[in-house]
Nanobody
């Protein structure tokens, strides 16, 4: 059973920082693209940042220069360092990962979502 478990959300003042973590567990052979999305109340879920297995990154314009995505391939974990947080960053943040998993007799590749972690930026 493959799972993505997120941590690190919370309440922070404007200008503050948070670091989100997302660990993939289960019978995982490899983690391909991993990323973070967010959804604010009344809005659609949007891409925040994504990182490939080779370390190439892509960011939403609204977070460029403030957020940094990274990963630890040995731990199948992706991180999101969020600096200079703004009230507009308030949302539920979801981890997303393209994973190859299973057994040698049944290899499958699927995209998985974490359960979400709340980030609130408020004074």
């Amino acid at each position: 059973q493959v799972q993505l478990v997120e941590s690190g959300g919370g309440l922070v003042q404007p200008g503050g920082s948070l670091r989100l973590s997302c660990a993939a567990s289960g019978s995982i052979f490899s983690a391909n693209d991993m990323g973070w999305y967010r959804q604010a109340p009344g809005n659609q879920r949007e891409l925040v940042a994504v990182i490939t297995s080779l370390g190439s990154t892509n960011y939403a314009e609204s977070v460029k220069g403030r957020f940094t995505i990274s990963r630890d391939n040995a731990k199948n974990t992706v991180y999101l360092q969020m600096n200079s947080l703004e009230p507009e960053d308030t949302a539920v943040y979801y981890c997303n990962a393209d994973l190859t998993s299973g057994s040698v007799w049944n290899i499958k590749r699927n995209r998985y979502w974490g359960q979400g972690t709340q980030v609130i930026v408020s004074s």
